[in-house]
């Protein structure tokens, strides 16, 4: 049997009568276990609800289904919480589910094989539920799509800071979400209503397409955007995130189907130094992180590492551990000296903390893509980071909208000018469906009909 992960959100809830009759059940129990003196008049219904739906969400309701659940109660608490949807309600609520016998750990903590750098690297315990859920909650999922809708807590637009963590911590740092206060919405009030705006409209098209993930259904709220920004600043970061951007890149993100059609990733070749290149005026090398004598892969990780660090000696820690032990810290000052030789007109960029300053910029030319495909186009896309997944049928459109996006951000006269080259990703076509797709990539998609995107794409569906 195939195992399927999902990580649970508490991003959404549900109005199903059902639904919120028992979890209104189910916080009472709580109470009467937890509360013998007083009883609480914290929300524990809307905690349940939230944890109930996740799980809908995310098929928990199937044999096959692996539950990804944080269980760290820091994750939860004021000083740490990743967004306002993590509250200590929740965690109460999932801890006495564990406890009470629902949920029963079935996988330890494990690596993210295709994690990069500043990416998650471990998936929490991961969780599947017991006959006694079954039982005594529900046998399977009883919201329709259109009861489940954004939960409340759930941010469209989100501020995290970053401050010193105890000498107890293992972190440096805390990134708590932090509320944003009415002077910094009318400071950058612009910038948040029309990011607000066009989550509410990119939310409500993709809850009208049908997405499935091999082969299974992929429920409108593991689409739904927050935008989040950094360090206390709408000048860092910024950029759009959503639940499905945890699924694996190589091995899931190719069979992500929109409406029955195959889906390509298309991104920027080197967008950050093409970025810090354009705004010096100067032209970049063919390729910034090709450097004789090492991977290049390992090249664009420390290179990343050097754009996020304040200084090269903690680049270098970073370096050492990001690589786990392939590489001393000496090596790793040679690679960074490397780096640098390769693109010293960019040197002052380096070992600044500048990465977050390029996330911003990198936002918004993904912020003009989804506005064209939202407000104009009408067609859905999932937006990962720097990069975007369409229908295959839309990849000139994608193409198009990527280089004019960054022309404007970048205010480039000429939308062809040192713009970086593109590279898109998807499963292993068969050759009609890839000329087809080369045709859009030359900007020459008038050229192939309805009829032959049809038949191409029947074509592939014949081979699943």
């Not at 330890?108 to 599947?128: C, H, L, N, T, V």
């Not at 090269?312 to 090596?331: L, Q």
Request: proline residues 4%.
């Amino acid at each position: 049997m195939d195992i399927k992960h999902h990580y649970i959100t508490y991003n959404a809830v549900s109005t199903n009568s059902t639904l919120m009759s028992i979890a209104y059940k189910l916080a009472e129990r709580w109470k009467d276990e937890n509360n013998k003196v007083r009883r609480t008049k914290r929300d524990f219904a809307s905690a349940f609800n939230s944890i109930l739906t996740g799980i809908e969400i995310c098929q928990g309701y199937s044999d096959n289904t692996y539950l990804w659940i944080p269980i760290n109660k820091n994750l939860y608490n004021t000083y740490e919480k990743r967004n306002f949807t993590y509250t200590t309600e929740v965690y109460n609520a999932l801890t006495w589910l564990i406890k009470s016998g629902y949920l029963i750990q079935v996988q330890g903590i494990e690596r993210s094989e295709d994690a990069k750098r500043f990416e998650m690297k471990y998936r929490p315990y991961a969780y599947q539920l017991t006959d006694k859920w079954k039982l005594d909650i529900s046998e399977s999922r009883l919201s329709t799509k259109d009861e489940i809708v954004r939960n409340p807590l759930a941010s469209k637009v989100l501020l995290r800071d970053r401050v010193k963590a105890p000498k107890t911590s293992k972190q440096k740092y805390r990134k708590p979400a932090i509320n944003i206060t009415s002077a910094m919405y009318q400071e950058n009030a612009e910038l948040l209503d029309s990011s607000t705006k066009l989550i509410e409209a990119y939310d409500e098209l993709m809850s009208k397409q049908d997405v499935t993930l091999l082969g299974e259904y992929v429920h409108p709220r593991r689409l739904s955007l927050t935008r989040i920004f950094s360090h206390g600043s709408f000048a860092l970061g910024g950029r759009f995130y959503s639940p499905i951007q945890n699924i694996k890149k190589d091995e899931e993100r190719p069979h992500i189907r929109f409406n029955g059609d195959p889906a390509i990733e298309i991104d920027f070749k080197a967008v950050h130094p093409m970025i810090m290149y354009g705004q010096l005026g100067l032209a970049p090398p063919e390729d910034p992180y090709e450097i004789d004598g090492y991977i290049r892969d390992d090249v664009k990780i420390a290179f990343n590492i050097m754009l996020n660090s304040d200084n090269a000696h903690s680049a270098a820690g970073a370096i050492v551990n990001d690589f786990e032990g392939r590489i001393t810290t000496e090596e790793a000052h040679q690679l960074q000296e490397k780096i640098v030789e390769k693109n010293k007109p960019i040197e002052k960029f380096f070992n600044t903390g500048d990465g977050l300053k390029l996330q911003f910029i990198d936002s918004q030319i993904m912020a003009e893509v989804l506005s064209y495909f939202v407000f104009e186009l009408k067609h859905p896309i999932i937006p990962i980071h720097d990069s975007a997944l369409v229908s295959v049928r839309d990849t000139e459109h994608l193409v198009v909208s990527l280089k004019d996006a960054f022309a404007k951000v970048m205010d480039k006269e000429d939308r062809y000018a040192q713009i970086p080259m593109l590279k898109g990703e998807a499963s292993e076509f068969k050759d009609h469906l890839n000329e087809l797709i080369l045709k859009c990539f030359q900007l020459r998609s008038e050229e192939v009909s309805k009829e032959e995107w049809d038949a191409a794409i029947e074509e592939e569906s014949r081979l699943l």
